[in-house]
């Protein structure tokens, strides 16, 4: 999942980094590495998703606000597996009325196809696996 921008809370959001909802998935960025995406696995996954017509969008903390993490960037320095962290965007995240929208999960599956099917391809390209 991916912090959305909130109606109510549009200036906690760079306006340059602010992820809508029903607007595609959401690529992840810290310069900390509190987030498993290098510049290779974003490229890489947006390539992807232009090749399937889905639309991607860019997420990174304001400078001046805290950051959570996430356990991709573990699994990605314990396997050696090139990884992305993405998500789909929601409001209100870790409260009780938690919100996404319904058009994000099948772009996600959109975009899940699309990495299926043209990611060897793309690997061999690109020298990555």
């Known amino acids: 999942m991916a912090h ?5 809370y ?3 959001h760079d306006s340059s980094m602010a992820p809508k909802i029903n607007n ?4 992840k960025h810290n310069a900390n590495q509190r987030y498993a995406t290098n510049s290779v696995s974003a490229s890489l ?3 992807i998703g ?11 903390v304001r400078a ?6 996430t356990i991709g960037p573990i699994l990605s320095t314990l396997s050696g597996i090139l990884t992305v962290d993405v998500g789909t965007p929601q409001y209100s995240m870790h409260s ?6 319904s058009i994000d999960a099948y772009i996600g599956y959109l ?4 990495v299926l099917t043209y990611h060897p391809k793309l690997a061999e390209v690109t020298d990555t696996a």
Not at 50 to 60: A, I, T
Not at 96 to 101: A, C, H, Q, S, V
Request: proline share 5%; net charge positive; aromatic share 4%.
């Open 64 to 69: 001046d606000s805290g950051c959570g993490s």
């Open 96 to 101: 009780i009325r938690e919100m996404m929208g």
């Open 24 to 27: 595609g998935l959401v690529v």
């Open 4 to 8: 959305g921008v909130h109606p109510n």
């Open 45 to 47: 996954f947006r390539r």
């Open 50 to 60: 232009r090749l399937v017509d889905v639309p991607v969008q860019e997420f990174s």
């Open 111 to 114: 975009h899940l196809k699309g």
């Open 10 to 12: 549009a200036g906690k």
